[in-house]
């Protein structure tokens, strides 16, 4: 009886260790998430853009605004605000200054080592917003870290096992 329980418990350790380094043989492609601090400001306000860069070897990134006309990006709001801009990534993240000058929905790009996304961000006219919010959507859920799904993998196979032992006890026993 011990023998089997020490083999199903060999054999689920191997499941949940051996299945996680294989995928670490895999080069995975260059990512970029783009956040801003507020989707909505009014006339002459800012929102800081954040890009984090995963799988990159990258140094710089660009950020760039369309319509290019009535906002514009930079790295100190004081600074003179242009359509694009370029800014060092440092920790895999890089973030630029939006600045609205005109109510409209612009759209900012970031791009580095081939990738790109985007986030939208409205200007409106200064008493315009209402509602009272901050313009942005309540967190409603998260990641499962990789590790956690390997463990909840290891333990159904564990539990697999369990039920195979089981079958095969009841058999002999009905024998």
């Known amino acids: 009886m011990m023998k089997k329980a020490f083999a199903a418990a060999v054999v689920a ?3 949940i260790f051996a299945g996680a380094s294989a995928a670490n043989a895999v080069e995975y492609p260059a ?3 783009v956040s801003t601090s507020a989707s909505s400001i009014t006339v002459n306000g800012t929102a800081t853009i954040t890009a984090t860069f995963e799988n990159t070897e990258a140094t710089s ?3 760039s605004v369309s319509p290019t006309t009535g906002a514009g990006l930079s790295s100190i709001v004081a600074a003179a605000a242009g359509s694009s801009t370029t800014k060092p990534i440092v920790n895999d993240v890089a973030t630029a200054t939006f600045t ?3 109510p ?4 900012v790009t970031a791009a580095a080592d081939g990738v790109s996304s985007t986030v939208t ?3 409106t006219a200064a008493g315009a917003a209402a509602g009272g919010g901050n313009g942005t959507l ?3 859920g998260g990641e499962i870290p990789a590790a956690a799904l390997w463990i909840g993998g290891g333990a159904l196979g564990l539990g697999a096992l369990a039920v195979v032992a089981a079958t095969a006890r009841r058999r002999a026993a009905q024998r």
């Open 121 to 123: 961000v409205t200007v």
């Open 104 to 107: 409209g929905t612009y759209t």
């Open 100 to 102: 609205g000058s005109a």
């Open 31 to 33: 990512e970029v998430t």
């Open 138 to 140: 309540p967190s409603t």
């Open 13 to 15: 350790g191997a499941m």
């Open 61 to 63: 990134a660009t950020f």
